[in-house]
């Protein structure tokens, strides 16, 4: 299996700062196709995930520009602009590179400073 | 409005079988995956296996692989989870999701669609 290692796992931000979490697969996530095999989810406390990115960079309908997804290969980061009290949550990457074995990281809990 | 409704809250005995559902409405049934994940209380998400209703191709992750059944009724645009006999380390919550595709490109965008969970419990 594809092993994916978030960081960090706590992450307490401020208010309108920025925000930035790193996902690393054991293996490439880059498809034959060209595209990367990388979603990003949030799960606010209590609720069902939610779709923030996929394909490594294209943003979910209704999702605030203020999150981002970059990068390619095995290395990935989901970035936050400006952090608002609703983004509080379990962030999670997951990886889709070989179907029915896909993966989710462990992980990073956002909390309001 | 494109909605997974999940069956309620079971509990279980060990031993026990149980199936429990997610039907979807508002789009076409037929066109989508529907995957499966388990939340242990207090812990991540793990990937289960997917399902296409057009023909009933169901994969599992290997770690569910034998442990579990995903199933579907065209006919009423449901997708089940199913356990023969039930573990107290099955106790979690479970989400179906939509994914739109499992071929990255074009047509591929992420689960998009989650239901609202169900909570199973295995105790004696």
């Known amino acids: 299996d594809i092993v994916m290692t978030q960081s960090p796992l706590s992450l307490p931000v401020t208010p309108g700062e920025p925000a930035s979490i790193s996902c690393r697969s054991s293996q490439s996530l880059l498809h034959s196709t060209g595209y990367n095999s990388l979603d990003w989810y949030l799960q606010k406390p209590g609720q069902s995930p939610q779709l923030l990115i996929y394909l490594a960079s294209n943003r979910a309908s209704g999702v605030p520009d203020r999150f981002s997804g970059s990068g390619s290969g095995t290395d990935f980061t989901l970035k936050i602009s400006r952090v608002e009290a609703e983004d509080v949550g379990v962030y999670y990457c997951m990886q889709t590179l070989h179907t029915p074995q896909y993966t989710f990281g462990q992980g990073t809990k956002l909390q309001i400073k | ?124």
């Not at chain 2, 039930?86 to 490109?105: E, H, K, N, Q």
Request: net charge neutral; charged share 15%.
């Open chain 2, 1 to 124: 409005e494109v909605q997974l409704v999940q069956s309620g809250t079971e509990v279980r005995k060990p031993g026990e079988s149980l199936k429990i559902s997610c039907k979807a409405s508002g789009y076409n049934f037929m066109s989508y995956w529907i995957g499966w994940v388990r939340q242990m209380p207090e812990k991540g998400l793990e990937w289960m296996g997917i399902i296409h209703p057009g023909d009933s191709d169901a994969r599992y992750s290997p770690s569910f692989q034998g442990q579990v059944t995903i199933s579907v009724d065209k006919s009423i645009a449901a997708a089940y989870l199913q356990w023969s006999s039930l573990r107290a380390s099955d106790t979690a919550m479970y989400y179906c999701a939509r994914l739109t595709g499992i071929v990255p490109g074009n047509s591929y965008s992420g689960l998009d669609v989650w239901g609202q969970g169900t909570t199973v419990t295995v105790s004696s």
